[in-house]
């Protein structure tokens, strides 16, 4: 690095391109970057051996990119995530597009060939621009160091405005080598005020809530992006109004709360769905309509209007048509809202809701063996407090979570949702990790999830990380035999893992701790010891194949159609 860029009274500083772009994260705030070097970013790793910025070297670069997500999914704070061209950038394309449906702030940085050999099927060129455009909010080919000054403020912007989601900035060689003379900074890129809110369409919404007669609120992952969560609890509090959650919602209202009836769609309680088909108003906010909570659209709520807020207006109408809709920021919805309420009771309906959560309970089958699923997880929240987050992989094991465990404040749930991505929770829990240091990250997965990120481990280890990875292990992809058995006349195909896995062993092999839960002789004080140690651990805790998650609604299916067990 040239003398005058290390000097901090230097108002005028030569750099290369990636000295520039280091110097423009760290203005942003970037305090961790997740990724792995290659030919074409080397510029910008030997940029970082200057800076205040930690880098954590994944053993993937799909790792890379969903450390950065956890860490974005803790902190709401947009993170950054490198990869070198061609096989490097092709690898991240599956978090950034899972951040993209889970509206998850992300900037992926990927190097490029230089721009003389663009086209030439060059040694690990790929055209980065293009895969990464349907995937993204914004992406860039930067074609000089002086664009920089620009893009990355913009990229930030872009990133945390409106509905949050990622970007992609892709530099070619020469460009991270080019030599720039630099003046000034530009100021760092963020949020831009949202849409003005009209106070008539709250007005508006309000009337049409007074006048239901069975109105429910529908919550989604906007009350969280929004920081709104308060300001909803004060919202359904003073109108009496029971609450459903999507599945990205989770969080906004403490589990145990009155007014919440957990989670609604596929594998909601048959309470909830229920109640749903009997309310004649659902006000949307802040959620997208998806299949897995609408069941069939057609048959979605058939006695209610319906109320969409939403800060996306792609998202308006594009599934279900409102009688009423308002695009703008939630949580300046509901602070506005708040303002004109009185105190408001509901007891005809709430005794409705109540009745129905009688007749037609969430039975969690096994909840107090701790080798069946819902055992397991109850166990575990027992022997912990909200202070852990928790994340998921894609499965089974991801159902029984978001039906069982208690999760009671926002940001403390992180899992896949739009595009439910096996190996997603290994490194979303080290980047809540990264995030949040002073917290426990448990991180409930599969044996078939577990095995798509495996490597991982290596990374939580060199980070050292309070990590409690439990696998509920059922030797199969659960979900998938689940279906086959349901929908396919239990013609079990391509789901059973005959090679048995000895993941206690090969957490050792990694550097963690490693223990399974079926040979030991006090199963439940190991997990506890396992649970309360610092450190990264993975407790492998065997379940039977035959397990299924009920209720359930057939994809495709009606949400009142639920498929439920025996005890059920």
């Not at 002086?146 to 970007?167: C, H, K, M, T, Y």
Request: net charge negative; hydrophobic share 45%.
């Amino acid at each position: 690095m040239p003398d005058s860029a290390l000097d901090p009274e230097s108002r005028t500083q030569q750099l290369t391109g990636a000295q520039l772009l280091i110097r423009l994260l760290e203005r942003q705030g970037v305090t961790h970057i997740a990724g792995i070097p290659g030919g074409a970013n080397l510029p910008m790793y030997d940029a970082l051996t200057s800076s205040s910025i930690k880098h954590v070297l994944a053993r993937h670069e799909q790792g890379a990119g969903f450390i950065a997500q956890g860490m974005a999914r803790a902190s709401g704070a947009a993170q950054v995530c490198f990869a070198s061209s061609g096989p490097g950038a092709s690898n991240l394309i599956t978090a950034v597009a899972d951040a993209k449906l889970d509206s998850v702030p992300l900037i992926a940085i990927t190097g490029q060939v230089p721009q003389a050999m663009i086209g030439t099927d060059a040694f690990q060129e790929i055209d980065t621009f293009g895969l990464m455009l349907p995937i993204t909010k914004h992406n860039w080919m930067v074609r000089s160091a002086q664009a920089l000054l620009e893009v990355i403020p913009q990229a930030f912007e872009i990133a945390l405005s409106d509905r949050p989601g990622p970007v992609s900035i892709d530099i070619p060689k020469d460009v991270q080598n080019e030599l720039i003379t630099v003046d000034t900074l530009p100021e760092p890129g963020k949020a831009l005020p949202c849409p003005v809110l009209e106070e008539a369409h709250v007005e508006a919404m309000l009337t049409r809530i007074w006048q239901a007669q069975r109105p429910i609120l529908m919550i989604g992952g906007g009350i969280i992006y929004a920081d709104a969560s308060q300001a909803l609890i004060e919202f359904a509090e003073k109108l009496d109004i029971p609450v459903v959650q999507t599945f990205m919602g989770l969080g906004v209202l403490p589990s145990d709360h009155p007014l919440s009836l957990g989670m609604l769609g596929m594998h909601g309680a048959r309470y909830t769905n229920l109640v749903l088909e009997e309310c004649d108003l659902v006000v949307g906010l802040g959620v997208r309509f998806d299949d897995r909570a609408t069941g069939r659209v057609a048959e979605f709520c058939p006695k209610a209007t319906i109320i969409h807020v939403d800060i996306d207006h792609s998202e308006i109408d594009k599934i279900i048509p409102s009688a009423l809709a308002i695009r703008a920021d939630v949580g300046e919805v509901l602070h506005t809202a708040n303002f004109m309420l009185e105190a408001n009771v509901r007891p005809v309906w709430r005794n409705r809701v109540d009745q129905l959560k009688q007749s037609y309970p969430l039975i969690l089958d096994g909840e107090n063996e701790l080798f069946r699923p819902y055992g397991a997880i109850k166990t575990i929240a027992s022997l912990l407090d909200d202070s852990v987050n928790i994340t998921t992989d894609v499965g089974q094991h991801q159902m029984w979570v978001a039906q069982a465990y208690p999760i009671n404040r926002p940001r403390q749930w992180a899992s896949s949702g739009g595009l439910g991505t096996m190996g997603f929770g290994l490194p979303a829990a080290i980047g809540m990790a990264l995030a949040q240091p002073e917290r426990k990250v448990i991180c409930f997965s599969g044996d078939g999830s577990l095995m798509m990120n495996l490597q991982e481990l290596a990374t939580a280890a060199e980070q050292d990380l309070d990590i409690k990875v439990v696998i509920l292990n059922n030797q199969h992809l659960g979900l998938v035999r689940q279906q086959q058995t349901l929908f396919y006349e239990s013609n079990l195909s391509a789901v059973k893992f005959h090679a048995k896995v000895d993941f206690a062993k090969a957490a050792e092999a990694m550097g963690l701790k490693g223990i399974d839960l079926g040979i030991v002789d006090s199963p439940l004080d190991e997990l506890k010891n396992a649970l309360l140690q610092p450190g990264p651990w993975v407790i492998n805790l065997p379940i039977c194949e035959t397990e299924m998650v009920y209720p359930m609604v057939a994809p495709g299916g009606a949400n009142r159609d639920m498929i439920c067990g025996a005890s059920a």
